[in-house]
T-cell receptor, first 114, second 112 residues
Framework: DAGITQSPRHKVTETGTPVTLRCHQTENHRYMYWYRQDPGHGLRLIHY???????DKGEVSDGYSVSRSKTEDFLLTLESATSSQTSVYFCAISRSSGSNHEQYFGPGTRLTVT | RKEVEQDPGPFNVPEGATVAFNCTYSNSASQSFFWYRQDCRKEPKLLMS???SGNEDGRFTAQLNRASQYISLLIRDSKLSDSATYLC?????????????FGAGTRLAVHP
């Protein structure tokens, strides 16, 4: 158990509304990540963080922003949700002491944009 | 071409069978390799890292062939509880950070 929680676990929202997903970790890990998972695709990186206030884009960052004001929290915001952002969102941490850079995932948030 | 390719399956096998999954990756600069397991509607969980010399964990054996750029996972004596999707994952250092690239997964269904 990597001590990662995500909230909400399920959300249905309408097109055009802002949505914020929260990832919370209890083990003080430096690296945190947001992925989305869609049928037929592997997990795809949206944004990642390598420290408080240090974030960068992943491969599918358009339409998403992130913030990390505390080590334990990494927020993902959809400024104006679209139906193409219907997906399952996973947060992950990387234990920086691990030389292989393996990642550990939270339970996911299932988001539906109608 | 996808960076990490896997046969989506499903692989339907009886209990006790041996089943093997292969995965190919396109980036020769890949540095480390993993198999993750994902149950339906759950998060991916690390099954095992894959080392150049090959490694075994109980009924699971992982192999890496860098020259041919493929990774394999062998499951012996399959159990009903092995039913899941298995994700092949490679790590690449790119753009200043370590990046995990995920395959879309191979689905395994073990039946009585």
């Amino acid at each position: 158990d990597a001590g990662i929680t995500q909230s909400p676990r399920h959300k249905v929202t309408e097109t055009g509304t802002p949505v914020t997903l929260r990832c919370h970790q209890t083990e003080n890990h430096r690296y945190m990540y947001w992925y989305r998972q869609d049928p037929g695709h592997g997990l795809r990186l949206i944004h990642y963080s390598y420290g408080v206030k240090d974030t960068d884009k992943g491969e599918v960052s358009d339409g998403y922003s992130v913030s990390r004001s505390k080590t334990e929290d990494f927020l993902l915001t959809l400024e104006s949700a679209t139906s193409s952002q219907t997906s399952v969102y996973f947060c992950a941490i990387s234990r920086s002491s691990g030389s292989n850079h393996e990642q550990y995932f939270g339970p996911g948030t299932r988001l539906t944009v109608t | 071409r996808k960076e990490v390719e896997q046969d989506p399956g499903p692989f339907n096998v009886p209990e006790g069978a041996t089943v093997a999954f292969n995965c190919t990756y396109s980036n020769s600069a890949s540095q480390s390799f993993f198999w993750y397991r994902q149950d339906c509607r759950k998060e991916p969980k690390l099954l095992m890292s894959v080392y150049s010399s090959g490694n075994e964990d109980g009924r699971f054996t992982a192999q890496l062939n860098r020259a041919s750029q493929y990774i394999s996972l062998l499951i012996r004596d399959s159990k009903l509880s092995d039913s899941a999707t298995y994700l092949c994952v490679v790590n690449i250092f790119s753009g200043g950070y370590n990046k995990l690239i995920f395959g879309a997964g191979t689905r395994l269904a073990v039946h009585p």
